[in-house]
């Protein structure tokens, strides 16, 4: 059974910093590209950021650069979503999505909330 978990939300202050986490199971992990996406409410789902299989290479959309970083870990089957310098408009549930070919997997995504 495929299954992708996110963990990590939380209410934070604007300037703050948040660590996601997505740990998966019941697929090759390794040979999956690795994404991030959020919603906001009343908005559409946005891709956030990308890693390949290998980890090698990384894409970040325009708002997210600087301020977020992906990684992975192919031995815990778990990729992750640093967060800096957090704004009221990164207010969004966040979820993680596995790739490889026509295979695309999602998580039930888990909820960011800056505010002061």
């Known amino acids: 059974q495929v299954q992708l978990v996110e963990s990590g939300g939380g209410l934070v202050q604007p300037g703050e910093s948040l660590r996601l986490s997505c740990a998966a199971s019941g697929f090759t992990f390794s040979r999956y590209a690795l994404s991030w996406y959020r919603q906001a409410p009343g908005k559409e789902r946005e891709l956030v950021a990308t890693?390949?299989?290998?980890?090698?290479?990384?894409n970040y959309a325009d708002s997210m650069k600087g301020r977020f970083t992906i990684g992975r870990d192919n031995a815990k089957k778990t990729v992750y979503l640093q967060m800096y310098s957090l704004k009221p408009e990164d207010t969004a549930v966040y979820y993680c999505?596995?790739?490889?070919?026509?295979?695309?997997?999602w998580g039930q995504g888990t909820q960011v909330t800056v505010s002061s």
């Open positions: 890693i390949t299989s290998a980890g090698g290479r990384t």
């Open positions: 999505k596995a790739s490889n070919g026509p295979y695309n997997y």
